[in-house]
């Protein structure tokens, strides 16, 4: 195939053109090329998709474009530009675009949508987020036709070049051993995916023609699971404290991301559904996702040869500390 990928510079569009190549397949990537680099041998095309005529730069059809946008006037302008010439169109959109996150097993072709906007700012806060994506979803199915059209809500993605530290944190966290902070219990759900997976499913959707609404996520696991799959995957063992939420919440402790958060936790009730989605259509329509213990490993390899992390999200050494003696003292 000739696949053309609207991005293809950060962490999932760069996955999807290495394995893309290597797979054979020939690979443009369209970018403004400032938040990261094409991996090499890709045909690499700047644009600017703020601009109307910013896609005006890429020439021929395209068996399958993949595009990333979040901002509806990029999909929009995308309609405009490459309708006549694409063969499938794969639009990444997110979990984020459901309006019910409290009710466990949801699926895709059931799940309520929050409703779309087609000029919020996407970066301004989750709903809006979702919003647009919606926005995005219904604008690419319309103008490229829904019987091509391939709608895969992502949920939180981790592995390798993961820029949010979300997933690394706790990967780093597990390294370290000894006394561990574990939010809430070992029997909530946690629901990821590995970008590599998500990234060869893309792909072969492309060559598939596969269309319609799919989450892209793994099956949920529990929390205890998922510190096992850590502790496997760094081979370093480690006590769990589990740490009640109203407790977490009390003491200022964020969920899901940013400092003095613990990622991958969120408050439940309100959360019950957002890590506990019934993936089953996915699998079936090929989503096939490895151990978790295989991913921590991949990340802990990438961590190891990296020059410089940005610890933007989780609890540093010493705050986890002070929580874990506060809490042993309550």
């Not at 929050?114 to 103008?143: H, Q, S």
């Not at 499913?201 to 989450?215: C, E, K, R, S, V």
């Not at 969120?266 to 996915?282: H, N, Q, T, W």
């Not at 990438?302 to 989780?314: Q, V």
């Amino acid at each position: 195939m000739r696949i053309l990928v609207l991005g293809g510079t950060v962490f999932l569009g760069r996955a999807v053109a290495r394995q893309a190549l290597e797979a054979g397949h020939d690979v443009v990537c369209a970018a403004r090329g400032e938040s990261g680099q094409p991996v090499d041998g890709v045909e690499f095309v700047k644009v600017d998709r703020d601009q109307s005529d910013g896609l005006a730069g890429l020439r021929g059809s395209f068996d399958a474009v993949v595009d990333v946008a979040r901002h509806p006037r990029h999909v929009r302008y995308a309609v405009d530009e490459l309708a006549g010439r694409v063969g499938h169109y794969t639009l990444v959109s997110s979990c984020s675009a459901y309006a019910d996150d409290a009710t466990p097993g949801q699926r895709a072709d059931t799940a309520p949508l929050l409703a779309a906007d087609f000029e919020a700012d996407p970066w301004a806060d989750a709903e809006a987020y979702g919003r647009c994506k919606v926005a995005c979803e219904e604008l690419a199915a319309a103008g490229f036709g829904a019987e091509r059209t391939f709608l895969l809500r992502a949920g939180m993605i981790v592995g390798p070049e993961d820029p949010t530290y979300r997933f690394e944190y706790w990967v780093r966290r597990a390294e370290r051993g000894g006394e561990v902070l574990a939010p809430g219990g070992p029997d909530e759900a946690v629901q990821l995916v590995d970008v590599r997976d998500l990234a060869g499913w893309i792909i072969a959707a492309a060559g598939d023609g596969l269309a319609g609404a799919y989450d892209g996520i793994g099956a949920p696991m529990t929390r205890a699971e998922f510190h096992a799959g850590l502790t496997e995957g760094v081979g370093v063992r480690a006590e769990l404290t589990w740490v009640a939420q109203d407790f977490l919440l009390e003491h200022g402790v964020a969920p899901w991301s940013g400092p003095r958060s613990l990622p991958f936790w969120l408050p439940l009730p309100e959360y019950d559904g957002f890590m506990s989605r019934d993936v089953r259509p996915s699998v079936e329509a090929g989503l096939a996702t490895r151990p978790l213990a295989a991913t921590v490993r991949a990340t802990l390899e990438a961590i190891r040869d990296a020059s410089h992390i940005d610890p933007k999200n989780g609890l540093g050494i010493d705050e986890e500390a002070q929580l874990l003696r506060e809490w042993h003292e309550r």
